[in-house]
C-alpha cells in the first residue's frame, strides 16, 4: 500500500493536499468550531466570531488584538504533530508542492514562518 501511494505520488505531475483544523488540534491548538472551539466561549462580552469579523476589527481593533493576544500570538508555544511531520516531509523530497492557508505555524514546511500565506492554483487548462 505504502508503495502504491509512493509511486502515485512520483508519478503525479501536481500533488496536493487537503486538511482541516484537526492536524493542529493534534498540537493542542483549539479549532474554531469543534466541541472544544473557541467560538463557543464569549470574551469581554463578545463571541469570538464576531470579535474576527471585519466590520468589529475595523470598529475595535484593540479587542480583535486583545483576544489574538491569547490565541493567535501563543501558537509559538505549541510543536508540530506527525501530521504536519510528515507532509513536510513530503514537501521537501518533492512529492507535495503547493501553498497553504493556514491559522496555525506548527507547519514545518518551508512556509512556516508565515501564519497565513497566500493560496494560489493554476486556471483550468493551465500548467501553472
Known sequence: MYEELKQMLQES??????TGAGISTLSGIRDFRGKNGVYLEPWHGKSVEEILSLDCFLAEPALFYGWAAEFLYRLEEFHPAA?????????QSGLLRGDTLRISTCSTSKQAA?????????PPGTTA
Not at 13 to 18: G, H, K, M, V
Open 83 to 91: 501530521v504536519h511531520r510528515a507532509l513536510a516531509g513530503l514537501e
Open 13 to 18: 505531475r501536481r500533488t496536493l493536499a487537503f
Open 114 to 122: 508565515a501564519t497565513f500565506t497566500n493560496c494560489t492554483a493554476a
